[in-house]
């Protein structure tokens, strides 16, 4: 498994300079980090059998959309949504599947709706790949993805949680390129961790961390 990029940084999904839940990690030192094993407690691996109903290929004006692997279960069609409704300007819907405990993902909704507006937006989204990543996998990732990983677990007050990761394609507005985003045309990998609070809860996206 790949290594996490080391950075701190927030940024929108179309990559605009208003801020949002997203974030990446501190800068590596060159002391050893020593992260104590966390108890496989609450995280989810396996679902059950999904069939996949979404879009795969959408045009909307001079934006496309597209996904190249099907999402297997309910977490990895929950990203799929959050690319799929930014994609479709559904900003109310954006704002329900980010879990309103993390307010900087609402704001991230609202300000991707203003942006849009002013001809900020990604003309091109490719989903490439989707993968529910194991505890063992979680486990393998930089330590410091793991400690935040952690850290995010318990603020929340995770009682069911999960980590997929989505690797994916953007190209840019024109608009968009002009405000120099951090991260421009290419293609990137994304972690999400989803989770519930309580069993009854819907699936919602409670953090992002950038690669």
């Not at 951090?182 to 819907?202: A, H, I, T």
């Amino acid at each position: 498994m790949k290594k996490l990029t080391s950075m701190m940084i927030i940024l929108l999904l179309v990559g605009c300079s208003k801020p949002t839940g997203e974030q990446a990690l501190p800068l590596k030192s060159d002391e050893p980090i020593i992260v104590e094993p966390i108890e496989q407690v609450g995280y989810i691996e396996e679902f059950d059998e999904f069939d996949f109903t979404g879009e795969r290929e959408a045009t909307i004006d001079d934006r496309h959309f597209l996904i190249e692997d099907n999402p297997d279960n309910v977490v990895e069609t929950l990203v799929y949504e959050y690319y799929y409704y930014n994609f479709n300007t559904s900003w109310d819907i954006l704002k329900e599947i980010s879990a309103k405990e993390n307010e900087a993902l609402q704001i991230s909704a609202t300000n991707s709706e203003e942006l849009f507006n002013e001809g900020c937006y990604l003309r091109e989204i490719v989903l490439h790949s989707f993968d529910t990543l194991s505890f063992e996998d979680l486990k393998d990732v930089d330590l410091m993805f793991f400690s935040h990983f952690e850290e995010a677990v318990e603020k929340y007050n995770l009682n069911m949680y999960s980590v997929v990761e989505v690797e994916y394609s953007m190209v840019h507005s024109i608009a968009s390129l002009d405000r120099r985003p951090q991260f421009g045309d290419g293609k990137y990998e994304r972690y999400y961790l989803c989770g519930k609070v309580n069993d009854e809860d819907s699936w919602q996206i409670f953090e992002i961390f950038l690669y």
